[in-house]
């Protein structure tokens, strides 16, 4: 089944939760990028982590950009999401690979990092946008997400992510799982939901035995009835386009365009986000520069 994202409630309203199989999406960026299995694991983690967030908190248009800064090898990692499950994304260094943990799983706490930030900017359609940050308190990101989500916007969850790449270095399966803790919640409720999820095994497992994000969520809450509320399919999605580059282009200087121009003869633009390339020819950069002098 191609990717998708379910948000559920259970039926006696303790718990809203959402789930996602983003095993498609998190490959596509692997590809992209190059990446190797530790850098694969923190961007494929990050990926799904914006797209469980900006799912449960934006409305359309509204768009988040999640940044993770630690001082591990892969440097920062950086991820925009919408409401409309659209992810993209990108890290500084995706060839990272690391020895396996003693329990024979990827290193993502050793390639991101324990010391650094995550901080995550709405864009609400206001002046300015909204930034939230916090730092790292694991470097797992799961755990960094769920700290950010109780301290900056004040809601007490619990999210979960996980990537499993094969040895060939494709992605197999990703996905992850958020729940929010509503009002209704007892006392008894969160902490049998805090036992469950301690007994819970790692999402890639689940999903390499076939389950769906549905299966997944009443996994997770037992006889606790669920109801799906809504579901969408989830990709990786870039905006990037020549044009949107060509203005970027015109903010240089024309000293600077000249410059491509005479040393290059002409330009390339490459999307960070998504590893396109578009090139200008030395007719293109003389009318960016002369549209700048016309303008003046």
């Known amino acids: 089944m191609a990717d998708h994202l379910i948000k559920a409630i259970t039926t006696d309203g303790a718990f809203r939760m959402l789930a996602v199989d983003a095993s498609a999406l998190v490959g596509s960026a692997q590809r992209r990028h190059d990446t190797w299995p530790a850098a694969t694991a923190a961007l494929g983690r990050t990926l799904t982590g914006t797209l469980l967030l900006s799912s449960a908190l934006l409305k359309e248009p509204e768009t988040m950009t999640v940044r993770i800064q630690g001082d591990g090898p892969v440097g920062m990692i950086v991820a925009d999401g919408n409401a409309k499950g ?14 396996a943990t003693p329990l024979g799983k990827i290193d993502v706490r050793r390639a991101v990092g324990t010391q650094g930030s995550l901080s995550v900017t709405k864009d609400l359609g206001l002046k300015e946008p909204f930034t939230g ?5 694991s470097g797992e ?3 960094d997400f769920t700290y950010y989500l109780a301290k900056s916007e004040q809601i007490p969850s619990a999210m979960g992510l996980s990537v499993f790449v094969d040895p060939d270095g494709s992605v197999a399966v990703a996905g992850g799982f958020l729940i929010q803790t509503l ?6 409720q969160l902490a049998a939901l805090e036992s469950r999820l301690q007994q819970l095994p790692l999402v890639s497992d689940l999903l390499r035995q076939g389950q769906t994000p549905t299966q997944l969520l009443q996994q997770i809450f037992g006889v606790t009835p669920i109801k799906v509320l809504a579901e969408m399919p989830v990709s990786f999605h870039c905006d990037c386009s020549k044009d949107r580059f060509s203005r970027a282009l015109a903010t240089l200087s024309s000293s600077e365009l000249q410059a491509m121009i005479t040393e290059d003869h002409g330009a390339e633009a490459v999307c960070k986000f998504c590893g396109a390339h578009y090139q200008f020819s030395e007719t293109e950069l003389r009318q960016i520069i002369a549209a700048k002098t016309s303008s003046k």
């Open 86 to 99: 659209q992810v993209k994304g990108y890290l500084s260094h995706p060839q990272v690979n690391l020895p």
């Open 133 to 137: 940050q916090v730092p790292l308190v």
């Open 141 to 143: 990101i799961a755990e």
């Open 183 to 188: 009002p209704a919640a007892t006392a008894e």
